[in-house]
């Protein structure tokens, strides 16, 4: 099966062929049979169905591609396919709901025209083309949403309240600490441990602020209502449009992408088709039935079709990039200036020491929790002290490089994970254990913890480790006038080269 079909020589005047295009509900099992009884009464050359290859092997039951495990370890791809994830995990949930197999209105028609003798048109865009791009085009609080959305699904608004807020307030409370921020002393009080308590205060805190609003907000997520609703409505016309505008409030972009792209996307294929002389029946969701029918009476305002191929770059230079390389410029500058100082190099070995093993035990300590082999995990504690100081790396792609080996990742684990998620019945901490257990989200947690581990690593080391140290040289202040001291020198140095 391709993606196009050779189409049937010319007929009629001018041999233009024609389009039928029928809009249903990828849910819907009145939609599948209504596309078997269009394409039994049309009897067109060509049957054009709303998937992409890799979608199409899906629904025929094929044995699942094996996902380039690889390629999740690059940069944003681990979002991009947790945001594929979500679409699919809504979608499967809507099909169980309704009792019918997402995509069966695609494959009735692929069926049908199979039996019939009818060359069948897959005309979608590749849907990671699509995620990719959907997933460049959500601005940070969408994804946040997004998230948080998913997070409702599963344990309830209350559960996804609660979990970003505090991961919020952990983040807000060890960089608090890490800048000096210290709850204890702002009340007098002075006790064994306090960076930690402060951590934890602050953490409490604005995990506290951020999770109640969440939890209005998240309360949306959840779908009492859903058994009143007629899912054959989903192919009116005003309810389809209802809810791409509802779309397009919450993500004016992710829309583009989604929905607007994918409409010129098809409509490019369908004109081919028709230009080339074939009658077609086009099945295709109700929510694109519109924007791609606007396109075929008007060809000539279709975007070029170079635009809707093809991943989006990110920027070429980002504020996170640029924060990257002042950190790292920052840790060199930092140890230069104590040693043009005159700190004793001994105290500076210890120092880089204690900084290596604060980043390797906890991150690889992160990476055992999130079920990582001992190799895997020693190589992602082994190199975390290098990817603190160069944020634009992590060390969690390490770690799931060496996991790679032990691992056998491949499609259905989406669809494991989907089956897990809508087991309502199984408790938060088992629901946990058995997802660890799919190759696929065991990668991506290994990758996510052992990340979060050098973080956590970092901050503790600035706000506990270096203070404590510091005291072996007379303190923070005499640690301030040592890299003082190492600037003059550093820069009458300078001075004596250039003059």
């Known amino acids: 099966m391709s993606d196009t079909v050779d189409p049937p020589e010319p007929s009629g005047a001018g041999g233009e062929g024609s389009v039928h295009l029928l809009g249903t509900a990828h849910v819907s099992a009145e939609s599948a049979e209504r596309v078997e009884r269009t394409i039994e009464d049309e009897q067109p050359d060509v049957v054009a169905v709303e998937l992409d290859e890799g979608r199409y092997r899906q629904l025929k039951g094929e044995s699942p591609d094996d996902i380039e495990a690889s390629d999740l370890l690059e940069g944003n791809t681990v979002f991009q396919f947790l945001a594929y994830w979500m679409l699919s995990y809504v979608q499967a949930r809507l099909g169980d709901r309704f009792d019918v197999t997402p995509g069966a209105d695609m494959m009735a028609g692929v069926e049908t025209a199979e ?17 990719q791009r ?26 996804a309240a609660w979990t970003v807020g505090l991961m919020v307030g952990l983040f807000v409370g060890i960089l608090g600490s890490a800048l000096g921020v210290s709850v204890l002393g702002a009340v007098g009080l002075s006790v064994p441990f306090a960076s930690a308590i402060d951590v934890l205060l602050l953490a ?24 009143e609703f007629d ?7 005003d309810v389809v449009s209802a809810m791409m505008e509802e779309f397009r409030r919450f993500s004016p972009g992710g829309a583009e992408a989604l929905i607007d792209e994918r409409d010129a996307y098809i409509a490019h294929q369908l004109v081919g088709l028709r230009e080339a002389g074939a009658d077609v029946v086009a099945v295709v969701g109700a929510g694109h039935r519109a924007g791609i029918q606007g396109y075929l009476d008007n060809p000539e305002t279709l975007p070029p079709m170079d635009s809707l191929t093809g991943t989006i770059s990110g920027r070429r230079f980002s504020l996170y990039k640029i924060l990257g390389y002042l950190f790292t410029l920052g840790f060199g500058a930092f ?3 104590l040693l043009l100082g005159g700190a004793n190099q001994g105290w500076l070995l210890r120092l880089f020491a204690a900084w290596f093993l604060v980043n390797g035990i906890i991150a690889a300590a992160l990476a055992k929790v999130a079920g990582a082999h001992w190799s895997s995990a020693g190589v992602g504690g082994a190199v975390a002290w290098l990817t603190s100081v160069n944020p634009l790396l992590a060390p969690g792609w390490f770690a799931g490089y060496v996991e790679l080996r032990y691992l056998d990742v491949n499609v259905s684990d989406i669809s494991r994970l989907n089956e897990l998620l809508d087991d309502q019945e199984l408790p938060i901490p088992e629901l946990v254990a058995r997802m660890r ?5 065991r990668l991506i947690l290994i990758v996510a913890l052992t990340n979060i581990g050098s973080f956590i690593a970092s901050m503790l080391f600035a706000s506990t480790i270096l203070p404590l140290m510091s005291n072996e040289v007379g303190g923070v202040g005499e640690v301030a006038e040592l890299l003082i001291m190492g600037a003059r020198n550093g820069a009458e140095m300078l001075w004596n080269l250039v003059g």
């Open 115 to 131: 039996a019939a003798g009818i060359d069948v048109a897959l005309v979608d865009r590749d849907i990671q083309t699509t995620v």
């Open 134 to 159: 959907f997933w460049k085009r959500l601005t940070g609080l969408e994804k946040l949403k997004l998230f948080g959305g998913m997070l409702a699904g599963i344990g309830g608004p209350w559960a």
């Open 204 to 227: 409490g805190g604005v995990g506290t602020v951020i999770a109640l609003p969440l939890l209005a907000a998240f309360s949306g997520f959840e779908d009492e209502d859903v058994e």
């Open 231 to 237: 899912i054959e409505q989903l192919t009116d016309t």
């Open 335 to 337: 140890f230069v200036l």
């Open 437 to 441: 257990e799919v190759p696929l989200f």
